[in-house]
């Protein structure tokens, strides 16, 4: 099983709808989670962080994690068209290094 | 602060040839990622950095790759001879260290070999 393990997709939403982005991992001690957005050609930038059980917001975008199931998604709302990118979850190595490991991404479509 | 600096944006070599990519880092940054990143393996971990000394480097692929650190604030990636099984975009990322801080990622070097 891969460390960080997320649907390739595409996902594709249409504009306004609440796009849902998964992430599953498989080192039980994980203690923080993030989520990066890469657009097309350029380099990932990190939009959410959460370390604690529940939801996270801010603004447009929620993230939720649940370290019983060893799961982490990303809410957007109100979808835009410029959302449309790959949607990278990193989790950390742990055992001493703070490493991050990343899913392969979801790549989201919002369409007009 | 100008962000994390890599040069070249585009490499295109032959089979064969080395390859020397580089890094600056943020001001202050202590720790310092080479990943790299491909349509079929996504974002690979290559080696980290941390305080100039190199901790983990599992994820360099043979000794055909090697990574240095002459000083708090530059790396180098070098891959010598190249093949074109290493065409990828390869990024160097930066940190303030610690479990709970962000990585700020350079522009990448898109690397082509042919």
């Known amino acids: 099983q891969k460390e960080v393990e997320q649907n390739s997709g595409p996902l594709s939403v249409p504009e306004g709808a609440i796009a849902s982005l998964n992430c599953t991992y498989s080192d039980r001690v994980s203690q923080s989670f993030f989520w990066y957005r890469q657009y097309s050609g350029k380099s990932p930038e990190l939009i959410m962080s959460?370390?604690?059980?529940g939801d996270k917001e801010d603004g447009r975008f929620t993230a939720q994690l649940n370290k019983a199931s060893q799961y982490v998604s990303l809410l957007i709302r109100d979808s835009q068209p410029s959302d449309s990118a790959t949607y990278l979850c990193?989790?950390?190595?742990?055992?001493?290094?703070?490493?991050?490991?990343f899913g392969r991404g979801t790549s989201l479509i919002v369409h007009p | 602060d100008a962000g994390v600096i890599q040069s070249p944006r585009h490499e295109v070599t032959e089979m064969g040839q080395e390859v020397t990519l580089r890094c600056k880092l943020i001001?202050?940054?202590?720790?310092l990622f080479w990943y790299r990143q491909t349509m079929m393996r996504g974002l690979e971990l290559l080696i980290y950095f941390n305080n100039n000394v190199p901790i983990d480097d599992s994820g360099m692929p043979e000794d055909r790759f090697s990574a240095k650190m002459p000083n708090a604030s530059f790396s180098t990636l070098k891959i010598q001879p190249s093949e074109p099984r290493d065409s990828a975009v390869y990024f160097c990322?930066?940190?303030?260290?610690?479990?709970?801080?962000?990585?700020?990622f350079g522009s990448g070097t898109q690397l082509s070999v042919l």
């Open positions: 990322a930066s940190s303030a260290g610690g479990t709970n801080e962000k990585l700020f």
């Open positions: 959460i370390y604690s059980n």
């Open positions: 990193a989790v950390p190595k742990t055992g001493g290094s703070y490493i991050p490991t």
């Open positions: 001001s202050g940054h202590n720790s």
